[in-house]
Structure formats: structure tokens, C-alpha cells
């Protein structure tokens, strides 16, 4: 493992974490890193049976740790922690955060909607409406408070037990008072037009007149997913893999 802080702040009384080889030893691996710009995430059960979800750059390369993971670990935690003073619980508890490389937050069960759109084939029951409406008011509920996501897609919605939804990765969400008017709508725009893709698709019924109209992507999101899909993908991706 590479030479990292392990400084750590708890916010959970009475929780104490191991040292991090041990807790990484006692942990599961949920999935790896895919390339120099993501982290592994990993299961933790503590003592007490509660359950949490590591986040880390902590075993990738100084590289990694410093170019994607500080500042991606920075803003997720930054923007958990915003959700939880506002009250919004549609996102994972924050934890705790170790150096800079590492969050520790609220482990959510479930699937992921994506997993469950791929596996149509297997006669998989879909999230009920109600799961979708969940969802709408989900967005709206963020958006009226000023926050984006930011990668509102079905990979990064969680369907739970009881059929309810919760999002995950919060490192590309922004806040409408630290990020500047313009980008922040586009970003907003972003999130609108991955919503009417995803109701389009699973429950169009539900969808209004505004959401409709919104469902043209701004320069912000062409950009980026032309960088996503021409040059990341085909490109950085492949080389940073086995970073």
C-alpha cells in the first residue's frame, strides 16, 4: 500500500475506526478502480453490525491519489456533508474522512436501476411508479435547494429493499452558492435531461410539459459527453487503467 495520512475525523459518537491496513483487511471489495480517475469502493461492517461504504484512493499510485483523488474526495465530502445540514437524505450519511484520500459514509442496500434495466431479459420485476415519482420529487426537491448532481444517470441511482431511491457518487454535484450562475445552470439542464431519459424509458406517464421541454442537452452536457465517450473512453481511459 502507498505511504498515505491516515488523520481521521468521526462524526459518529461511539464509533471508532481501526487502522486503515485493518479496516481495509476487514473490508469487501464492492468494485475496483476502472482507471486513475476513480476509486475502489469497499464494504465495512462494524462491530456494532452497522454497515458503510469506503470510498478511497488510498492503494492507487501517488498519481492517482494526487491529480484525481484529493480533489474527488474533496468535493464528495464537502457536498455529503451540505446535504446532511440541509436535511436532504436522499444521499449516503457521511462518516467520516481519512487524510485525503478516503471517506467513510452511509453503506445504502439495494440495486442499482441500471443493473436492473440490463436484466429486463431475465424477466427482473422494475421499480414500481411510485419509485419514479420518488425519483422526480427527488430532483425537484435538489434542484429547489440549489444543489445538481451532476451524473444523474441510472448507474448512480440505488432502488432499496422497499423500492424507494436514493442517489450515490456526489463528486460532480455543485451548489449553487460556490459555483458561478452559468455553469451551475448547465449543470442543473444536465440533470433535467437525464431525468426525462430515464422516466422516457420506465415510466413516461409521469412526466410534465416543463420536464419535456428540457430534455434538449445544453453545450455543457454535449461537451461532456463528447469527452466522455470520445476521449476518455477510447483514449485516457485505456492508458490509465493499469495505472
Same mark, same amino acid.
Given at each position: 500500500?502507498s505511504s498515505? +495520512?491516515?488523520?481521521k475525523?468521526i462524526? /459518529?459518537p461511539?464509533l471508532?475506526?481501526?487502522?486503515?491496513?485493518? !479496516?481495509f483487511? &476487514?473490508?469487501t471489495?464492492?468494485?475496483?478502480?476502472t482507471?486513475?480517475a476513480t476509486?475502489?469502493l469497499?464494504?465495512?461492517e462494524a462491530p456494532n453490525?452497522?454497515?458503510?461504504?469506503?470510498k478511497?484512493?488510498?492503494r492507487k499510485?501517488?498519481?492517482s491519489?494526487?491529480?484525481f483523488?484529493r480533489?474527488?474526495?474533496k468535493?464528495?465530502?464537502?457536498?455529503?456533508?451540505?446535504?446532511?445540514?440541509k436535511g436532504?437524505?436522499c444521499?449516503?450519511?457521511?462518516?467520516?474522512?481519512?487524510?485525503?484520500?478516503t471517506?467513510v459514509m452511509?453503506f445504502?442496500p439495494?440495486?442499482?436501476?441500471? +443493473?436492473?434495466?440490463?436484466?429486463r431479459? /431475465?424477466?427482473?420485476?422494475p421499480?414500481p411508479?411510485?419509485f419514479? !415519482?420518488?425519483l &422526480?420529487a427527488?430532483?425537484h426537491?435538489?434542484?429547489e435547494?440549489g444543489i445538481?448532481?451532476?451524473d444523474f444517470r441510472?448507474?448512480?441511482?440505488?432502488?432499496?429493499p422497499d423500492?424507494?431511491?436514493?442517489l450515490?457518487d456526489?463528486?460532480?454535484a455543485?451548489n449553487?452558492?460556490?459555483s458561478?450562475?452559468?455553469?451551475f445552470r448547465?449543470?442543473?439542464?444536465?440533470?433535467?435531461?437525464?431525468?426525462?431519459k430515464v422516466l422516457?424509458?420506465?415510466?413516461?406517464?409521469?412526466l410534465t410539459?416543463?420536464?419535456?421541454?428540457a430534455?434538449?442537452?445544453?453545450p455543457?452536457l454535449?461537451?461532456?459527453?463528447?469527452f466522455?465517450?470520445?476521449?476518455y473512453?477510447?483514449?485516457?481511459k485505456?492508458?490509465?487503467?493499469?495505472e
Amino acid at each position: 500500500m502507498s505511504s498515505v +495520512s491516515s488523520d481521521k475525523l468521526i462524526l /459518529e459518537p461511539g464509533l471508532e475506526l481501526p487502522p486503515l491496513p485493518e !479496516l481495509f483487511q &476487514q473490508s469487501t471489495l464492492v468494485r475496483g478502480a476502472t482507471s486513475a480517475a476513480t476509486g475502489e469502493l469497499l464494504h465495512w461492517e462494524a462491530p456494532n453490525g452497522v454497515q458503510y461504504l469506503l470510498k478511497t484512493f488510498a492503494r492507487k499510485s501517488w498519481f492517482s491519489r494526487v491529480i484525481f483523488g484529493r480533489s474527488s474526495i474533496k468535493r464528495e465530502w464537502r457536498m455529503l456533508n451540505i446535504l446532511k445540514e440541509k436535511g436532504i437524505l436522499c444521499a449516503p450519511a457521511p462518516t467520516a474522512k481519512i487524510g485525503g484520500h478516503t471517506i467513510v459514509m452511509e453503506f445504502i442496500p439495494g440495486k442499482k436501476l441500471e +443493473s436492473l434495466h440490463h436484466y429486463r431479459r /431475465e424477466n427482473l420485476p422494475p421499480p414500481p411508479k411510485t419509485f419514479y !415519482l420518488s425519483l &422526480q420529487a427527488i430532483l425537484h426537491d435538489l434542484h429547489e435547494h440549489g444543489i445538481a448532481h451532476g451524473d444523474f444517470r441510472r448507474a448512480n441511482i440505488m432502488v432499496q429493499p422497499d423500492n424507494t431511491p436514493r442517489l450515490v457518487d456526489w463528486a460532480t454535484a455543485r451548489n449553487s452558492e460556490t459555483s458561478s450562475n452559468l455553469f451551475f445552470r448547465q449543470v442543473i439542464r444536465s440533470d433535467d435531461y437525464s431525468l426525462v431519459k430515464v422516466l422516457s424509458d420506465s415510466c413516461p406517464e409521469i412526466l410534465t410539459a416543463t420536464e419535456r421541454a428540457a430534455a434538449k442537452p445544453g453545450p455543457l452536457l454535449r461537451l461532456g459527453r463528447f469527452f466522455r465517450q470520445r476521449i476518455y473512453r477510447h483514449i485516457l481511459k485505456p492508458l490509465w487503467k493499469k495505472e
